[in-house]
């Protein structure tokens, strides 16, 4: 195994994963690309002004990016080669295409996250990455 694809979103279950990914990492001398995923155009963008929404998109990117710092961080304190990427789009979607590169050799993701009252009606962005990878996925609870 040389590459793994450490999903997060700054939730518990996502440190729980990074966790287990810096382990693996160091075991098995892996490379790691880390990966978070904004939404772009947040769901009640059609009744806010312009503006606000640009302000809004900025905030999110600005949260991305320390989730990204904080997760790199964690993998340089042990020594371990990473890269990091944001996204923006549906989670799920924009892990899966990441995932399914034919770069990685496995997934390692937390098994809920951020996603609240969103997630009931719409399932699991684990479970529906699960379903859609064709790497080997490890989800962590």
Do not use: W
């Amino acid at each position: 195994m040389k590459k793994i694809l450490v999903a997060t979103d700054g939730s518990e279950h996502s440190a729980k994963a990074i966790t287990e990914a810096i382990m693996l990492a160091e075991s098995l001398k892996a490379e790691v690309t880390v990966i978070t995923v904004m939404d772009e155009t947040p769901s009640f963008s059609y009744f806010v002004p312009a503006d606000i929404i640009s302000q809004i998109r900025k905030s999110y990117e600005e949260n991305a990016k320390k989730i990204l710092a904080r997760a790199e961080q964690r993998f340089r304190e042990k020594g371990i080669a990473v890269n990091t990427k944001l996204a923006g789009g549906q989670p799920a979607n924009e892990i899966c295409s990441e995932a399914n590169k034919g770069i990685y050799d496995l997934v390692i993701m937390g098994s809920r996250g951020l996603g609240g009252i969103t997630e009931l009606f719409l399932g699991s962005v684990s479970n529906r990455v699960v379903h859609c990878v064709k790497p080997n996925i490890f989800i962590v609870k």
